[in-house]
């Protein structure tokens, strides 16, 4: 494990204070946070999550999913561990809501990997996908650096609940996103531990700059109605109607493993509902 300093903090009577997402954790000394990769220790915050790699996959970039950026081309896949939001459908939560067997890995050890692909098959570079890769921040930004610096490109797979400092630092390394909407307001507060205002914020900055893909996991009973999908719609294409929008079948996982799957006709009234404003409507899991 290497004692990666962390960027975004601030040091506090109690302790030491993140600032890379909307918790913002407060941490007496020894204190892991919410999102179980970053502690506070010796008066600094680490982040130990630091190249301690779970997941690595050559997978096609559909898969991410990017239907939009490069398809029919392969990516470089890594996570790590950890995430800030708490989502009982987590369909990775053996490596998002705990700590796992790990692999280090050095930024330069992952960009050497890419090239190899690269030179010997169709790999775009690398995505930092599985669990929620902006805890690992740093990890994360140094990787890009070295992807870049070897002409390769960046995927993040994010829910997009990161403060707005540390998003604006990493946007410009990344080629490409996919960001979870993941429902309303109510839906972040009750059931995940997140920030619409916060994830719609950052769609719209990475829109600006990168190319984005928005995927929206659709589960009976909780954010599955036609108001909820117009209204994320609707956003969306003030953003752009091009901008491509994944919605996804839930299939039973993890706390909501005895729920149903979501039925097949819902999920192509939602897509018909999307249409209404989006030229770019996908539905996975089907």
């Not at 918790?23 to 680490?46: F, T, Y």
């Not at 993890?254 to 996908?282: F, N, W």
């Amino acid at each position: 494990m290497i004692d990666k300093e962390a960027i975004f903090y601030q040091q506090t009577p109690r302790g030491v204070r993140c600032s890379l997402c909307p918790w913002e954790c407060e941490l007496p000394e020894g204190a892991l946070g919410r999102c179980k990769a970053r502690r506070s220790r010796g008066g600094k915050l680490i982040a130990e999550s630091y190249g301690m790699i779970t997941s690595a996959s050559l997978d096609p970039i559909e898969k991410k999913p990017l239907n939009h950026f490069f398809p029919g081309s392969f990516i470089f896949s890594i996570g790590l561990y950890g995430c800030n939001l708490h989502c009982p459908f987590c369909q990775n939560h053996r490596i998002s809501m705990s700590r796992p067997e790990t692999s280090y890995a050095s930024p330069e050890d992952i960009a050497a990997l890419a090239e190899r692909y690269a030179r010997d098959g169709n790999n775009l570079g690398v995505a930092y996908t599985y669990n929620e890769p902006m805890i690992a921040f740093e990890y994360v930004l140094d990787c890009t650096r070295a992807v870049h610096a070897r002409g390769l490109k960046n995927v993040a797979v994010t829910n997009g609940c990161i403060n707005e400092e540390p998003f604006n630092t990493i946007l410009p390394y990344i080629d490409a996103f996919n960001i979870d909407l993941k429902g309303s307001a109510a839906f972040y507060k009750e059931k995940l531990g997140g920030d619409l205002d916060t994830v719609k914020r950052n769609i719209r900055s990475a829109a600006s700059q990168s190319h984005v893909e928005v995927t929206t996991l659709i589960i009976p009973g909780e954010n599955d109605s036609d108001e909820e999908t117009e209204e994320s719609a609707e956003f969306l294409s003030g953003i752009s109607p091009d901008l491509p929008l994944h919605l996804s079948r839930f299939i039973p996982q993890y706390k909501y493993a005895r729920k149903q799957p979501t039925p097949a006709e819902t999920m192509r009234r939602l897509r018909d509902i999307a249409e209404k404003y989006l030229k770019h409507v996908h539905l996975g899991n089907m």
